[in-house]
């Protein structure tokens, strides 16, 4: 870890936008390296050194680090209910990882977060989901849950996974995540309880004609449960 540290003492961040669309920069490299050296000096584990990120008003965030666990430098997406790593920046050394994200930071990051329907796949666009009249199912808000990932935005994650949707309680890391997995063709739910993940198969449907009397017989209820926990 003290050679990535000593490594990261001589990035140059000036090239980073202060904004990308609606995600704001903060770069915590430097403070993150002065705290990396003391708790490393006090022969304490270290398994992140944070680079830089960008984040939204949602809280969601792109963020650049070095992560111990694989040895690898990469790029994490962080949201109230979820992360993944983007695979496509994970890099083993510094100086390639760097010039990845100078090439292709704001590029990923705004086809993954702001212009999502850019990463639609064929099979996506194909089930219709897209053009789904999902409102009068996938209501705005429910009880204390608040609607901030639907169809038409939604995230393409890692094994053929989209977020169609994502209900999450402010200020807690509670909710419910809708996925469709294009290799398993299928729909299906997991529930957030305080970060703690369940399995839910109330959603569980193969088309969009049989996942919306789903959602009219079970999404209110299944929210309504979680919140009087």
Not at 84 to 107: H, K, M, N, T
Not at 119 to 135: A, C, H, L, V
Not at 196 to 225: F, S, V
Request: include cysteine; aromatic fraction near 14%; hydrophobic fraction near 40%.
């Amino acid at each position: 870890m003290k050679t990535v540290v000593e490594a990261c003492k001589q990035l140059d961040y000036s090239w980073l936008p202060e904004t990308i669309g609606a995600f704001s920069l903060v770069v915590t490299g430097p403070d993150a390296i002065k705290l990396v050296e003391e708790r490393l000096e006090k022969g304490e584990i270290v398994l992140q050194l944070p680079l830089f990120h960008y984040e939204n008003e949602l809280g969601w965030k792109w963020c650049a680090l070095y992560d111990k666990e694989v040895e690898d430098y990469t790029v994490h997406v962080v949201m109230p209910l979820f992360y993944f790593v983007d695979i496509s920046f994970v890099r083993a050394d510094i100086d390639s990882f760097w010039r990845g994200l100078q090439e292709r930071a704001v590029q990923g990051l705004t086809k993954m977060l702001i212009n999502s329907s850019e990463s639609f796949s064929y099979t996506y666009r194909k089930k219709g989901i897209p053009n789904w009249d999902f409102e009068t199912l996938l209501p705005s808000r429910i009880e204390d849950f608040t609607l901030d990932i639907t169809p038409r935005n939604a995230v393409s994650m890692i094994n053929g996974s989209f977020i169609i949707a994502e209900y999450r309680k402010e200020d807690e890391c509670t909710g419910l995540l809708l996925f469709y997995n294009e290799f398993r063709d299928e729909f299906f739910a997991e529930l957030r309880y305080k970060q703690y993940p369940e399995i839910d198969h109330r959603l569980d449907a193969k088309t969009i004609e049989e996942l919306g009397p789903l959602l009219e017989a079970h999404l209110q209820p299944m929210l309504q449960e979680l919140n009087q926990r």
